[in-house]
């Protein structure tokens, strides 16, 4: 009987369309995020806080912007760990070539190149389309992997081709000890989380999903296909661009082109599909997943006091990611997401069944 | 000129394994639709198979390895990929008739990392080798052409070799024989197939089991010459521009777009390659294939995409 709408009125249209229309989601979204921003930082200890929150985070921010492409407007990608690259490699250029620029210029910076590659590969999506894109997509993960393996200005002449950040600071703060790190990431995943809510509700969302509903039927109704997939290539490569160069500066801090590779795209893929296309929660959940799944699958076989070879887990743990994979296709094409929401359904009708 | 030569029968020659590789995504995508992105694991799986089993059978039945442990191990390893279609059919695709290409493409992902990793669980992970008793040794030709003339290695005129055989198979197959006829009536059109009586179900097992085994052969042929492990299932992902490239449902364009790619790869990569660092061969094929694709959507010989609301 807690989670009902019943009495609340809404006597404005600004009322009617808030993001979250139900006073006990909104609760329950400041419950979360009091927690996020008060209680992890004080009570997690450093390895949860470095090991999973920080990646979940960047993760579901980098699934967030794979989500706007695949998931609202329909454009399949697989090379997304590309953008990431440029956008991490991105950021690091500015910093090391104007060290004027703050940490967080350099940031959102990255995210900016990644528009720019982002949509030059996406140009392709106005006359290809769907699986033929899907593998063109593979042009720009394999393209850019070798320009940052190969051109040594990328890297700025470093011999080994690993670049690292120095100790980070952002408008005087220090971001350095784990907790910092955290609540860095914090507030830009909440800052662009709310972003991408935003839009994907609004008019260039619905252009976005239309076109993603079929493109031939979206254009005659008036909608500019160009303007909308390119648009949704954009925003997207931004978003992962951001996510990219959170990833190298904060989680990872030291970095070589391997960390973006085709895997890193695989992975956000998975990310989408298990959590649900087309959900900006469902982004998040799907992150949580594939950080806590190996956790998991590394910690499971201990407490059956089993010991695996460190290569037999990561087989497993390969099999594991591709049975769940076609398990979610196959019972819950929307992914966690949908449960999610189905939960919310039976529980605006609990204690009744219908 | 002689050394141009070599660099593009070289090309040719690694070409014609893309074009193994890229056959096993049209037969898929032709007669079912589905785009296999796990045509890479499946080499892999079935020549990890081949390696280790051509070891193994020989060990347990405790005679010598050679000929027939190879013939035994191809055997096994061909039943191994039929039984592979069997499940995945009756796992997986049954479950997702009539789902969206996208969809079956990210379920085909997951069957890809769930091979990876089985097929490396089973098998084991580090390098190994086949040896089918190709030859080793190179040969020259046109040397009364050419000064010193054109270098050919054996080993590859004879997996060219072979590729062509089991090309010129499959057309038969499917120009002659009953199974073939039905599999290229189901690739039209699922429905109309199914009305006249031809059992979808069957048709899968039976294109994924071709699939497989030229995916064992591929494998085979890329085994001996430069090993097996775990790169082989990447190395495959340089045949997904060739698909693309030849168009999804032609089986002539995977072999011309195979070809090309080879030809184009090497080339680029000895006469371009050294301009911008080298390497190159690792994308040329893919933005290759997107520039072309800018001009012609369907690839070379695929079949024209027509949209109606």
Not at chain 1, 328 to 353: D, M, N, Q, T, Y
Request: hydrophobic share 60%.
């Amino acid at each position: 009987m807690i989670y009902r709408e019943n009495g609340q009125f809404k006597s404005s249209y600004r009322a009617d369309q808030q993001i979250f229309p139900i006073r006990q989601d909104r609760y329950v979204v400041l419950g979360v995020l009091l927690i996020a921003f008060v209680a992890a930082p004080l009570l997690a200890s450093n390895y949860f806080l470095q090991a999973i929150l920080t990646p979940f985070l960047i993760l579901s921010l980098a699934a967030i912007g794979l989500n706007i492409l695949v998931g609202y407007c329909g454009q399949i990608s697989i090379g997304s760990g590309a953008f990431m690259a440029v956008g991490a490699y991105a950021a690091w250029n500015f910093g090391v070539r104007i060290p004027e620029i703050p940490l967080v210029g350099q940031i959102l910076l990255g995210g900016v190149f990644a528009t720019l590659v982002g949509v030059v590969f996406g140009i392709p999506s106005l006359r290809i389309r769907g699986l033929y894109l899907a593998v063109t997509t593979l042009a720009a993960q394999f393209f850019v992997d070798w320009a940052f393996l190969r051109i040594a200005f990328f890297t700025n002449y470093s011999p080994s081709g690993n670049v690292s950040v120095p100790a980070l600071t952002a408008f005087g703060l220090p971001v350095q000890t784990p907790a910092q790190k955290y609540v860095f990431v914090l507030i830009f995943v909440v800052i662009f989380a709310l972003l991408a809510k935003n839009l994907v509700r609004g008019a260039i969302g619905r252009q976005w999903m239309a076109i993603r509903d079929m493109d031939v039927a979206a254009e005659v109704i008036g909608i500019r296909p160009v303007y909308a997939k390119l648009t949704a290539f954009a925003v997207s490569s931004f978003f992962i661009g951001v996510a990219g160069a959170l990833w190298a500066y904060i989680h990872l801090g030291s970095w070589e082109p391997l960390a973006f590779d085709l895997t890193r795209s695989l992975q956000l893929l998975f990310i989408v599909i298990i959590g649900g296309l087309g959900s900006i929660v469902g982004s998040f959940f799907g992150a949580a997943f594939m950080v806590l799944l190996p956790v998991l699958l590394t910690n499971v076989p201990h407490w059956f006091g089993l010991s695996l070879a460190v290569d037999t887990a990561s087989h497993i743990e390969h099999m594991v990611f591709g049975a769940l994979i076609v398990f979610f296709l196959i019972v819950e094409p929307h992914g966690l997401a949908r449960l999610w929401s189905i939960g919310k359904e039976k529980l605006r009708l609990w204690p009744f069944p219908h | 000129m002689a050394f141009f030569l070599e660099t593009v029968l070289g090309g040719l020659m690694i070409g014609m394994l893309y074009a193994l590789v890229a056959l096993g995504f049209v037969l898929i995508f032709k007669a079912s639709g589905v785009f296999n992105f796990a045509q890479g694991a499946m080499v892999l799986v079935a020549a990890l198979a081949m390696a280790r089993l051509s070891h193994w059978i020989p060990q347990w039945l405790g005679m010598e390895p050679g000929l027939w442990g190879n013939v035994l191990a191809f055997i096994v390893s061909a039943l191994l990929m039929w039984l592979l279609a069997v499940l995945i059919e009756r796992w997986v695709l049954r479950y997702l008739v009539n789902q969206e290409g996208t969809t079956l493409l990210m379920a085909t992902i997951g069957i890809s990392y769930f091979l990876d990793g089985l097929g490396q669980i089973v098998f084991g992970s580090s390098v190994y080798s086949i040896d089918v008793g190709m030859p080793k040794d190179p040969v020259f030709i046109l040397e009364s052409m050419f000064e010193g003339g054109v270098l050919v290695s054996m080993e590859d005129l004879s997996s060219a070799l072979l590729a062509a055989l089991l090309v010129a198979a499959l057309a038969f197959f499917f120009q002659y024989t009953g199974v073939g006829r039905a599999l290229r009536a189901v690739a039209d059109d699922h429905q109309a197939a199914q009305s006249i009586g031809i059992p979808l179900n069957r048709i899968w097992v039976v294109v994924w089991t071709v699939a497989g085994l030229v995916a064992l052969v591929a494998g085979v042929i890329w085994g001996s010459k430069y090993g097996v492990q775990f790169t082989l299932s990447t190395a495959a992902l340089r045949a997904l521009p060739v698909v693309i490239l030849g168009g999804l449902t032609s089986v002539p364009g995977a072999i011309v777009g195979g070809l090309i790619i080879g030809v184009g790869e090497k080339v680029s990569e000895v006469y371009l390659g050294p301009y911008v660092g080298g390497g190159i061969e690792i994308w040329f094929a893919y933005v290759l294939a997107l520039v072309f694709l800018l001009f012609r959507p369907q690839g070379l010989f695929g079949e024209k995409i027509i949209d109606r609301v």
